[in-house]
């Protein structure tokens, strides 16, 4: 299914500016912002560019893919000309849009636009065993990694802390790891969970649970 809608995808993407590319002698770079290396955002992108380099003779297209902090840095950089394109959470193109949450300072932003919609994005905790925690207010003064700034999953983090009634000083300490050394710092000790938002299956979530037992606390009830 992933294969085929990143399929999907690199159609979409070139021929939206099939017509500008081929009219060009020279081959057209297009700059693709994904998320960390081991995240689904950064396979997709690589997907979708690799689509459109194979037909890159007939349309004039190369297409490159770009690790970045994820979504709100990925809209950011788009919106700054620094970008042609990047994969970004519903939630957060929504809020620049319109001007709203983290992108209330700028006001709204009616340029911006979507070319397609992927897959869904689970709020995912992943848990130590040796933590014994079975909810979110569970974590109440342990070492909690929400991400890096720039990404929708620190933004869904605190949205999800605050809806529970808690706090960010609730904590003993709020890590800002990457994606890609999370699933380590949880085995080895260094912090006690670790909050994603993303869609599965996804390597360091796996990980974390095969290699060091870690468990996916389940999110349910009215408070959620």
Same mark, same amino acid.
């Given at each position: 299914?992933?294969?085929?809608?990143?399929?999907?995808?690199?159609?979409?993407?070139?021929?939206?500016?099939?017509?500008?590319?081929?009219?060009?002698?020279?081959?057209?770079?297009?700059?693709?912002?994904?998320?960390?290396?081991?995240?689904?955002?950064?396979?997709?992108?690589?997907?979708?560019?690799?689509?459109?380099?194979?037909?890159?003779?007939?349309?004039?297209?190369?297409?490159?893919?770009?690790?970045?902090?994820?979504?709100?840095?990925?809209?950011?950089?788009?919106?700054?000309?620094?970008?042609?394109?990047?994969?970004?959470?519903?939630?957060?193109? @929504?809020?620049?849009? /319109?001007? #709203?949450?983290?992108? !209330?300072?700028?006001?709204? +932003?009616?340029?911006?636009?979507?070319?397609? =919609?992927?897959?869904?994005?689970?709020?995912?905790?992943?848990?130590?065993?040796?933590?014994?925690?079975?909810?979110?207010?569970?974590?109440?003064?342990?070492?909690?990694?929400?991400?890096?700034?720039?990404?929708?999953?620190?933004?869904?983090?605190?949205?999800?802390?605050?809806?529970?009634?808690?706090?960010?000083?609730?904590?003993?300490?709020?890590?800002?790891?990457?994606?890609?050394?999370?699933?380590?710092?949880?085995?080895?000790?260094?912090?006690?969970?670790?909050?994603?938002?993303?869609? @599965?299956?996804?390597? /360091?979530? #796996?990980?974390?649970? !095969?290699?060091?037992?870690? +468990?996916?606390?389940?999110?349910?009830?009215? =408070?959620?």
């Amino acid at each position: 299914m992933r294969r085929l809608l990143s399929y999907c995808l690199a159609i979409t993407l070139s021929a939206g500016i099939l017509g500008q590319a081929a009219a060009q002698q020279h081959p057209r770079f297009i700059t693709v912002g994904t998320g960390g290396v081991t995240g689904v955002y950064y396979s997709v992108g690589g997907a979708i560019c690799q689509l459109v380099n194979q037909q890159r003779a007939h349309h004039g297209l190369r297409c490159s893919v770009e690790a970045t902090p994820a979504s709100q840095f990925n809209l950011e950089a788009v919106l700054r000309g620094d970008m042609d394109f990047g994969l970004a959470q519903s939630g957060l193109q @929504h809020a620049a849009y /319109n001007g #709203s949450g983290v992108f !209330t300072t700028n006001g709204p +932003r009616r340029n911006l636009r979507s070319l397609f =919609s992927l897959h869904r994005e689970l709020v995912t905790i992943v848990t130590s065993k040796q933590s014994n925690a079975r909810r979110v207010e569970d974590l109440r003064g342990k070492r909690f990694n929400i991400g890096i700034e720039g990404s929708g999953t620190r933004i869904g983090a605190i949205a999800l802390i605050r809806q529970l009634g808690m706090r960010e000083s609730d904590f003993g300490a709020l890590a800002a790891l990457k994606p890609d050394a999370q699933a380590d710092a949880l085995c080895a000790g260094q912090i006690d969970a670790f909050f994603y938002m993303i869609g @599965h299956p996804v390597q /360091n979530v #796996s990980d974390a649970v !095969t290699k060091c037992h870690g +468990r996916i606390l389940q999110l349910a009830g009215p =408070s959620v």
